[in-house]
């Protein structure tokens, strides 16, 4: 059994609105779309999302990943439900960023960073 989830960044409701919970009580792995927001977390220029973009940045760069979409895929890898991000593209470049965030195991200080950054600006 397996359940197609949105989760991100910037889109946490899974954690608090017991979809991961449903899944860690059954034992499945959801699988995740829209790891990094739609591209939004690439492109958007609203404050809020430049800002925990701007975070991502960092922590990219702290565990060697090309960019902020991998350090994203690292974050929705990192939560306790072990689901799988789905990757939306075709190139081997992406691909093999996405196996590599995938296998890094974000630690928890920085995890945390995210969701609070996000919940903090979901507050504005």
Known sequence: MTNQVEFSPIYLNPISNG???????????????SPVG?????????ARTAKIRALLAVIAKKHG???????AMSFVARHP????????SGRRERVDGAIKAINTVMDCQDWY???????EMLEL
Not at 38 to 45: A, I, R, V
Not at 65 to 71: I, K, L, V
Not at 81 to 88: D, F, S
């Open 19 to 33: 979809t991961f919970d449903h899944a860690l009580r059954l034992g499945y792995r959801p699988m995740i779309w």
């Open 38 to 46: 739609g591209g939004k977390l690439l492109t958007g220029d609203d």
């Open 65 to 71: 990943f090309d960019g902020t979409a991998e350090a």
């Open 81 to 88: 439900v072990g689901g799988l991000p789905i990757v939306g």
């Open 113 to 119: 960073a995210i969701v609070t950054e996000t919940s």
